[in-house]
């Protein structure tokens, strides 16, 4: 069973422009997450889907971030315009949906690391 | 709001049981308590899940206390390959779905 994929890997882009990751969840996963940890700090949640709904995005830093997940599949995250404090990695997460709210088992993807020149 | 403490680094010797606190002081009614590794350029790989208790699995046994505010997790005999971040996860507390992952703590495994 393959794993959460996320793309790019890598992106180097200029402040003000425009990056779109892209998260593909475990088959099957209901729930899925978007992290991202910047330089030298911890690791924070963005936001939690349940399908195509936003369960939660309390930890989205600001208005140049949108997440998307049409159709409940695939989710991607736009920063738009992008500023340098935005550079960090971002990592992206699924989850079956438990019968138990809390219970959900999160998978991580390898993450994207955006730097913001 | 939950909020998570771990210990920064650690220091161990091959073959040693190691053990791994999270502090979780406001830790919802509900929710589990997750910890994960991390290799350098990689994603935060799943080691354990419990509730209270103590859970077992092939690598790792998760200890937490009857108050839940705390988690430990114990790598036994651990090798050169578990060099890595750990972190502990869980919920931010009831009526949210967020999340919040701990400070991570640095294990360097000597020969």
């Known amino acids: 069973e393959a794993g959460v994929t996320q793309f790019p890997s890598h992106s180097v882009i200029e402040k003000g422009q425009t990056v779109t990751l892209r998260c593909d969840p475990i088959?099957?996963?209901?729930?899925l997450y978007w992290y991202r940890r910047v330089m030298g700090k911890e690791i924070k949640f963005l936001l939690h889907?349940?399908?195509?709904?936003?369960?939660?995005e309390s930890g989205m830093p600001n208005n140049r971030f949108l997440a998307e997940r049409t159709g409940g599949t695939y989710s991607t995250l736009k920063v738009q315009p992008a500023e340098l404090e935005d550079s960090g990695v971002y990592f992206c997460?699924?989850?079956?949906?438990?019968?138990?709210?809390?219970?959900?088992?999160?998978?991580f993807g390898p993450g994207t690391r955006l730097l913001v020149l | 709001l939950a909020k998570t403490t771990q210990p920064i680094s650690m220091d161990s010797y091959e073959g040693q049981e190691v053990n791994i606190t999270c502090s979780h002081n406001?830790?919802?009614?509900?929710?589990?308590i997750t910890w994960y590794q991390q290799f350098p350029s990689q994603g935060p790989r799943f080691i354990i899940q419990?509730?209270?208790t103590k859970v077992t699995n092939e690598v790792a046994s998760l200890f937490i206390p009857a108050d839940r505010k705390s988690s430990t997790l114990s790598l036994p005999r651990v090798s050169l390959s578990d060099t890595a971040v750990y972190y502990c996860?869980?919920?931010?507390?009831?009526?949210?779905?967020?999340?919040?992952f701990g400070t991570g703590t640095r294990l360097k495994v000597l020969a």
């Open positions: 997460a699924s989850s079956w949906t438990s019968g138990r709210q809390g219970q959900e088992t999160q998978y």
């Open positions: 088959s099957g996963h209901d729930n």
């Open positions: 889907f349940v399908k195509e709904s936003k369960q939660d």
């Open positions: 406001n830790i919802a009614t509900n929710d589990y």
């Open positions: 419990g509730y209270k």
């Open positions: 996860l869980v919920g931010a507390g009831r009526g949210t779905y967020k999340y919040i």
